[in-house]
C-alpha cells in the first residue's frame, strides 16, 4: 500500500498545479528515490513535463520543494514563551512525522541512498537540512535573548542532539520516543547547554 500524503490548501489553478506535482514527488521519493524523474512525477501529477521544468528547473530542486513543504506543514516551529516547552512541542511533532507512512519512508530513504544517487542529491540533501536548521533556531535565538541560555550556546550542536535520539528510533529503535522520554530529552539537553 502506498502512502497516503495529506491534502494541501488550494488556491487557483497554479496551486492545484503545484500540489498535484509535490505530491507525487513525494510518492515517487518514499517508493523508489533512484527511479524518481521528472517524467515519472509529470505522468503521475496529469502535467506536461515542461511546466515542471519551468517551475523548478531540476529534480533536486522538486525534489527538495516537497520535502521543505511536507516538513513545514508537519513540523512547525513553536512558539511557546520558554525553551523546554519548545523543544517538547517539537519534538512530539517531529516524532508525529516520523510514524507517519510517508515521513517514515522518506527519512528512511534519505537515510539509505545509494552512492550513485546519494551523489546526485547530495546538494538538495543539504539545502534541505540547512534550511530546517535555520528556521528550528529560532527556538534556540529566542532563548538566548531571554536570557534562559548563555550567549556562547552552539545552537546546532544543541538541535543536532536532541533531534538525534528521534531519527535513531525511526530507522532503528523499536518504539517512537514517549512523551516522558521527549520530556527528559530536552530537560538533558537544555541541562548540557547550560552546563558549559
Known amino acids: 500500500m502506498e502512502p497516503s500524503v495529506p491534502r494541501r490548501r488550494t488556491g487557483g489553478r497554479s496551486a492545484r498545479v503545484r500540489e498535484s506535482v509535490l505530491t507525487a514527488t513525494l510518492d515517487l521519493?518514499?517508493?523508489?528515490?533512484?527511479?524518481?524523474?521528472?517524467?515519472?512525477?509529470?505522468?503521475?501529477?496529469?502535467?506536461?513535463?515542461t511546466s515542471?521544468?519551468?517551475?523548478?528547473?531540476?529534480?533536486?530542486?522538486l525534489a527538495l520543494d516537497a520535502l521543505l513543504d511536507f516538513s513545514a506543514e508537519h513540523i512547525p516551529i513553536p512558539d511557546t514563551g520558554a525553551v523546554h516547552g519548545d523543544l517538547v512541542a517539537f519534538g512530539r511533532a517531529l516524532g508525529h512525522y516520523l510514524s507517519l507512512p510517508l515521513g517514515a519512508a522518506l527519512t528512511r530513504i534519505m537515510a539509505t541512498l545509494d552512492t550513485e544517487t546519494a551523489a546526485a542529491f547530495s546538494a538538495s540533501r543539504e539545502d534541505f537540512w540547512t534550511r530546517r536548521f535555520d528556521a528550528a533556531s529560532a527556538m534556540i535565538t529566542r532563548a538566548v535573548a531571554r536570557g534562559e541560555l548563555p550567549?556562547?550556546?552552539?545552537?546546532?550542536?544543541?538541535?543536532?542532539?536532541?533531534?538525534?535520539?528521534?531519527?535513531?528510533?525511526a530507522l532503528h529503535g523499536p518504539t517512537p520516543l514517549s512523551p516522558a522520554e521527549i520530556n527528559n530529552l530536552a530537560t538533558l539537553v537544555l541541562n548540557g547547554a547550560r552546563s558549559r
Open 52 to 61: 515542471i521544468y519551468r517551475r523548478w528547473g531540476t529534480r533536486e530542486r
Open 151 to 169: 550567549p556562547e550556546t552552539n545552537t546546532l550542536l544543541l538541535l543536532e542532539t536532541f533531534i538525534a535520539p528521534f531519527h535513531f528510533r
Open 29 to 49: 521519493l518514499s517508493q523508489d528515490a533512484a527511479a524518481f524523474s521528472v517524467a515519472a512525477v509529470a505522468a503521475r501529477a496529469g502535467v506536461h513535463e
